[in-house]
């Protein structure tokens, strides 16, 4: 029913950062949080941002210290920065809306972290 999608992907070198942005269309209204996922080729989706509607967030081990989720005051489009990158973190990313009675998500842009 909500249309996510991202933008902001790209190559990157180790140690540098990217902001992965998430538009949304339609209603949120109702939803629990906003948040990001990724995944590489071969592994599962993972976990690795979320903010819930209320503001708070949380993030993954493996983002924490790197990584900030924020929203526009709107909470019409979801933000990722990501910073200090590592060749582990290439992905791809999606966005992700979880409302009580559904979750929906983006098609995912491409994060590559390489020399």
Not at 24 to 32: A, L, R
Request: glycine fraction near 12%; charged fraction near 20%.
């Amino acid at each position: 029913q909500v249309q996510l999608v991202e933008s902001g992907g790209g190559l990157v070198q180790p140690g540098g950062s990217l902001r992965l942005s998430c538009e949304t269309s339609g209603s949120i209204i109702g939803f629990n949080a906003m948040g990001w996922y990724r995944q590489a080729p071969g592994k599962q989706r993972e976990l690795v941002a979320v903010m819930s509607s209320t503001g708070i967030t949380d993030y993954a081990d493996f983002v924490k210290g790197r990584f900030t989720i924020s929203r526009d005051n709107s909470k019409k489009t979801v933000h990722l920065q990501m910073n200090s990158l590592k060749p582990e973190d290439t992905a791809v990313y999606y966005c992700m809306l979880d409302f009580p009675w559904r979750i929906d998500w983006g098609k995912g842009t491409l994060v590559t972290v390489s020399s």
